[in-house]
Structure formats: C-alpha cells, structure tokens
C-alpha cells in the first residue's frame, strides 16, 4: 500500500467511522477516492487532514467527514441520479459517482468546473457530467434526481430545487442567515407539495452565489471566518447578566420547568462539572423527572458500566435479579452513584414505574469498565441457555482471566511482555453468540439482549485495555465512540419513538470539536457524535459552578474526600458567569435566542473540568482547558455555590437489612 492508501484508510477510521457515520455505500466509497488527486500539489501532504484545503478562486475543498455526512443524510443508493451544486475540486461528486448510477455535478467557476471535468475523466468517473452555471436554479435538463447535494451555502432552499427532487427523493443544503454559519438542512419529498424538513447541526460553508443565493460577493467572508476581537471581561459579565434565566431553588417545582423548550428533542444529554457535586445530581434528576412525567421520555442512560446500570433497570422495574451479585457500584468511585441524591431518584424512577406499568423507563448504562462482570454475565446466561456454547466461552475468556482484576496490565503484557493478545477469543465469542441469536432469543429475548451487550463490552473493552497503552487520543475515542453505540442500541431497541435522557460529564457531552483536547488532540466525545447522527434532535446541557465543596479522591482508586472548590481563575468562563452575582441561572445558547451572546461565547475561554480526582494544587493545569461554551452547549446551568454529594458506605454484610434498602444496602 502506498501511504496515501494508509492515510486514506486510518482518515475513514478515525474521521469518518469514529464520528458515527455508519452507511457502508458512503465509508466504501470514501475508502476508494484518492482525496490526494483533487488538492493542489502543494496541499498534497495534508489531502487527508481533517479539514477543508484551498483549490483557488477563494473555494475549498470540503472536510471529508461534511462530504460523507451529507452523502449519508442524502441516502444515496445504487443506480440514484444526483445533482450535486458547487462541484469546487470534484472530489464529493466523486464519491457519489462511486455509489449512484449517475451524477450531474454544477459549477459557477468556469475554471473549477474545467478543472474538475478534466480531473473525473482521467480517474475514470464516467458517469459524472460537469456543467458550468448557477446551481440555485438547479438543472432542470436532467431533472428529477433522487438526490440534490449543494456544498455551498444560501439565505433558503431555492424553489427549484424542491421541484427537481424526485418523490422520495433527498435534499442536504447548508442553509443560513449569514453568508458563513449554517445549519445542515435535510428535506424529503414525501408527496407533490409534500416536503419533510429537519436541521441536522452548525456548518460552516463557502456562500451559495446566485440568483436564488447571495448576491455576487464585493468580498466573501473566509469559509471559517471567526470575530478577531477577544471580549472584556466585564462585557462579557454583563452579556451573561443580560441574557441569564435566574433559577428558582433546585426543590421547587418551577425549577424543571425552565427545561420544557428541550422537551421536543430526541436525545438530552446533562452534564456535570465534577462527579462529586450534589447540585447537578439533584438538578439532572428534576429536569429528568419532568421529561419522563411530562414529555414521553421513556429511557435514562448513564455515565456508568452497564451491568451495574442493568440492576438498576430489573430494580426499578421490580423484576427478579439475575444472580447473587446483584449490588451495584462497589468499584471505585462507589459515590459517583451510591450517593443520597441518586438514591432518591431510584426510589422515585421504582414508584413511577410501579404507577405506569404499561410505559415503563429503562435505566442503562454506557460505560466500558466491567470487564470481569461482563464476562460473568456472558457465561452464567450461556450456562442457563446452551452449556456446551458455555464451555467454549469459559475457555475463550480464559485469556483474559489473569488480568481481570486489573486490566490495564493486560494492555501493557499483550503489547510489549510477548503475551497472548486475547482479541480473536473475544471477537470470536461475540460473534458466536449473534450467530446463535435465533435460537437464544427464542428461549429468553431479554437475557439474550444482555448478554449480547456484554460480550461486546468485553470486546471493546479489550481493545481499550491495549489503546490505553499507547497514550494517544484512541482509548478516549473508543470510550466515547462506544458510549454512543450504546446510547444509539438502547434506543434503537425501543423503537423510533424512544427518547433519552443522557447523564455524563461535560467532558463527555459537549461537542470535543469545541474544545482545546478535541481541536489538538483529536478527541471526540458523546455530544459530538450525538450532534452529527441526530443533528438538532438532540440537545447538550452543561453544567458549572464557581467553588463550594465536592466529594472526590486525590489519586485514583484513593479513599473519599470532601474537598473545598477553589474560587474559578481569573479569565475563565466561570470566572465570568460568578461576576454576574446571581445564583442559579440557565444560559440558552440555541441559535436564534441571545446571538450577540453566542458570539462571543465562540471564542475559546478557560474552562474548568473537575472529574473525579481533584488537585486544587495544581489547578490550571489540572482542570482547566480552552473551550467554545457557545459550540459545546445549547444550554449551561450555573449554580454559584455547590456542595459534596452525600456518600453511601458499600456494606460489607450482604444479608443485613438490603431487602428493604436495595439496591445500596444500607
Ligand atoms: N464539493 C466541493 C466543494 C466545493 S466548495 C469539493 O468537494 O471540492 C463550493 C463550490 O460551490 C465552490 O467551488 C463555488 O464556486 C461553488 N458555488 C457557489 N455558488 C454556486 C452556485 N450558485 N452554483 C454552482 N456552484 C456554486
């Protein structure tokens, strides 16, 4: 393989797949065309960097990943006919000649356009026509087409291009107010005047110029033009003052009510800034509270290891335990949930679903730590189903089984100690069991579900374990990526109308392409991947406070310690939301609602990040990161003073009084 074909490859891993793009006609497709062939020469060393690359005349060519997220919203098919507007370098109109039948692809610069006719033939793209002209109106010759891709940006979608869309066919524009933001628009065409429409997220593209765009530019604003000046702080104090929702107290029923604008979203993520604090516990459980009594939310998926989170789901469901080792949460940090606040919305999740039988809330878990429980889950189901499948099992997990109880030894020992990588085996045993899911589900749909979910876990799992070694961005993303699959599998098994209500720290849930470790350091996260798949369907909720007391730890897998928050750094976000002087307030940061706000929110600023460790003594470089607040969040929930969450001891006597107190047996 050439390193192109490397480069190639290891971009569709990591900018294409591990976003959640999953169409396999789109990753095929983006596998193939050589992204090289289409930059000038001296761009060449970077065709597969994660950005847009000048081709001249002030117009680029597209990030990759934009080109295969807007090819998959297009739901490009074998034998389709698609007009693609701003054919720039050619390259998108590429991708889609690999997967459809046909491609007229339309152009305003003549020289582009020659450029791009003359590269397509020499690569052999016979099934593309390029055609110079103004793509707002469409190109009515050929039309209809089963799918219209514009990779420019106009004030609307132009009439005409509806009209030229097939029945069933698939419209993806950027669409905005100004010449360089946008939101990704879909429209389907269901029927003669009969259109489907929704956002699918922010974009930032080159204007869309012509008769029905923008008008013909005196100058057009770079593609990623961004305000040079940085606020004062003291502006900014009194833009947040200005803009900022006071809260009322946390128990008082208004509270929640404040969240009710979210309530038409598909998926709404929490966040928290420290996993000790009790004010996001309490705040996540009210809002979530409504969302479930009020809007049909009918699932809550959590920042914890699914088989702990699985017994919170039979608990709340007052179905029977799966096995004696039925206690949740007795791995380090034990008070991220075994805690008063979160044990209170367990006993009220139990008693509303005890009251609505017939709509009851699931309680998952998305997390990748339960290595040795989820390997005990895999085996106990199969001893129950299929005792022979068992022993292959047993003996497949066998190779992981030294490290179980601390695996990250493993990663280190099958990397560098000449000892048995364990990844076959595990993939292996995966594989048997959904080979096998017919007959399994017959016997008992749910267990078979379960332990469907934890043999993945431990496959994914063992990859970590070895990625972890390696440092580098993969172990984060595989975490995250994972999450997400999750999150998308729990909801995909309660059909289309599912809704969710997500509890992660904010370093999960706001959008990593906003912050310093998702900008330098290739993470991405939660949020990021739940904005590309569900686009405006989801909302990403932060938290933050400026100091009070948490409960954390001072070295991992260290004893609990009730630490006091030091007072937020000078220059930060917080520092700027505690000048205000209120509270409890909610910053909506949603397009359209406070704009001169969003916009200097989208300038990096300090941020601080507490997760379960906390080292006051080196506070800006332990927690602090640059972050755009305005582009990680749609909202942000202040609460100036917090407090520790209360601890539950992990009892040490399994037959106390636990059959009044489960699952935290206290
Ligand atoms: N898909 C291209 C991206 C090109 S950038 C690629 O992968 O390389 C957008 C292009 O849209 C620019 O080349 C610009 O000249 C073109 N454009 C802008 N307004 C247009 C219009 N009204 N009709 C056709 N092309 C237009």
Known sequence: MSDFDDARAWMVERQIVRRGVRDHHVISAMRRVPREAFVPSEF??????????????????????????????ADLHPGDHVLDIGTGSGYAAAIAAEIAGRVDSIERDASLAEGARERLQRLGYENVEVHIGDGTVGF???APYNAIIAAAGGPHVPQALRAQLAPGGRLVMPVGSSRSHQRLVKIVRRGEHDYDEHGLGEVRFVPLVGDDGWPEPGSAPHANARPASQPTPPALEAAIRDAAEPLPDLDAPEFAAFFDR?????????????????????????????????????????????????????????????????????????????????????????????????????????????LSESIDVVLRYLDSVDPAAARIARERYGCLSPWQQDPAVYGRAAITGGYARCEEQVIAQLGDLLKNRLAYAREDGEGFLDAAQNARLVAVAEQYYRA?????????????????????????????????VVWAHNSHIGDASATERGRAQDEINLGQLCRAYFGDAVALIGFGTHSGTLATASDWGGPMEVKTVAPSLAGSVEFSMHGTGLARFLLDLRPGVHDALRERLREPLLERFIGVIYRPESERHSHYAQASLAEQFDAFVWFDRTSAVTALPVSVDEHDHAAQTFPFGV
């Open 44 to 73: 060449r060393d970077f065709a597969y960097d994660d950005t847009p690359l000048p081709i001249g005349g002030e117009q680029s060519i597209s990030q990759p990943f934009i080109v295969a997220k807007m090819l998959e919203a």
């Open 140 to 142: 009515a010759a050929h």
């Open 468 to 500: 972890m070694y390696y440092g580098g961005p993969q172990s984060w993303n595989l975490r995250d990526t994972h999450m997400f699959d999750t999150l998308r599998y729990a909801l995909d098994r309660h059909g289309p109308r599912a809704r969710a």
């Open 262 to 370: 979210f309530a038409g979203r598909r998926v709404v993520l929490l966040g928290e800034a420290s996993h000790g604090t009790s004010e996001f516990y309490r705040a996540r459980a009210a809002i979530t509270r409504r969302l479930i009594e009020h809007h049909g939310f009918s699932m809550i998926a959590v920042e914890a290891d699914w088989p702990d989170a699985a017994i919170i789901d039979r608990h709340v469901r007052d179905r029977p335990m799966p096995g004696e080792r039925s206690r949740p949460f007795r791995r380090f940090p034990t008070w991220m949930w075994r805690n008063t606040d979160f044990m209170g919305f367990v006993a009220w999740l139990r008693s509303h679903n005890a009251a609505h039988r017939e709509r009851e809330t699931r309680f998952y878990g998305l997390d990748i730590y339960s």
